[in-house]
């Protein structure tokens, strides 16, 4: 399946560059409502790095004129929904973790970035692909959606939480069903040292309780070479030459198989 981004030409050159999609934490997107989202006190927004899609092959104008940062002189990517690099997922210990992967199945995660000293990235693309991705459902009270996030359990001796995964960034509400979204999600916790799995567990649920956050605004996710080579760019509608001439010299240096198109708004319309 292909699916298209909206994004500046200053944001395509990082992408092409560095070969990477930016994962932006949660908190920071443009829907304040999921910006600061609230579960039984906890703040999941801080905890959830996403990044934005839409599967709509349409041309859409909210949404050139929203994210492409020039008012429509943006880019619009288009990818395979399987874009990015996999690695061999050794088994063996690894900063305080036991890793058992009889499968050999690969991840999009290298194993230092799955467990390290500072930060745990859930590994559940190797656990569910609906978890990684999905499409948005658009809902009229995204409120009560958001209050079913998290459970809260306590007793005299401990406190546990129940983390719906598969709900956490799925759901938002209906004034932005014209984005017809879809979108890659990770979920990350702060880690100190080299903690066991169970020590860090255990952590895990002190850092929920007392709103401690990973140390990462966003994480920069790798690309695959044959993404690279199979990307599409569309130019915003209303792009100058100058900035064509920008975009093809881009690709030329970094992706050199990419193909570059009009937008199928071009001269249909204007400021």
Known sequence: MKIHHYTSIENLALILKNKTIRFSCLNSVDDQEEASMISAEVNVSRYTYVSCWTKNKEESIPLWKMYTGRDMKGVRITMDVDMFRKYNLPSGEFSGFHVNNPENKKSILPIVDIINESYFILPTSLLDDSIFFREIIYVDNLQEKISSYVRKKTSESNIEYEIALKEIGTYKHKRWEFQDECRF???????????????????????LYKGIYPPLSYYDLKLSDNAMNNIEITLGPLRSPSEQIIVQALADKYAPSALIKESELRDKITK
């Open 185 to 207: 999600l990770l979920t990350i916790y702060p880690r100190e040292g080299s903690d066991t799995f169970d020590e860090t567990a255990n952590k895990i649920v002190e850092y």
